[in-house]
């Protein structure tokens, strides 16, 4: 059993940046690919970004490429998450999942290839 626990998020101003803290259980955590998704209101829960079990490859999803940053420090367990120019439409609770136990150095794009979830910690952008 893998536990996640998100922090960092809150209320900013557009053009705002915060940056997401994802701490996981486990002495296995360099086996975990790890990802951030979100969900906002009445909509479905999306990808936001996405990192290898090293750290050595990562994914961001359009809509915040070039804004938001993924990265990792397994001697710390813990995954990032920096978010940068925030938008009012990045508005959403922020989510970290882990899928365990991974021999491949990739990264995994779809909800449904994560096993475990955080709580959630909510980003509100106002404008």
């Known amino acids: 059993q893998v536990q996640l626990v998100e922090s960092g998020g809150g209320l900013v101003q557009a053009g705002g940046s915060l940056r997401l803290s994802c701490a996981a259980s486990g002495r296995t955590f360099s086996s975990y690919a790890m990802g951030w998704f979100r969900q906002a209101p009445g909509k479905e829960r999306e990808s936001v970004a996405a990192?290898?079990?090293?750290?050595?490859?990562?994914y961001c999803a359009g809509s915040v490429k070039g804004r938001f940053t993924i990265s990792r420090d397994n001697a710390k367990n813990t995954m990032y998450l920096q978010m940068n120019i925030l938008k009012p439409e990045d508005t959403a609770i922020y989510y970290c999942?882990?899928?365990?136990?991974?021999?491949?150095?990739?990264?995994?794009?779809?909800?449904?290839?994560?096993?475990?979830w955080g709580q959630g910690t909510q980003v509100t952008v106002s404008s």
């Open positions: 999942a882990v899928r365990a136990g991974v021999s491949a150095d990739r990264t995994y794009a779809s909800r449904y290839e994560y096993d475990y």
């Open positions: 990192i290898s079990r090293s750290g050595g490859s990562t």
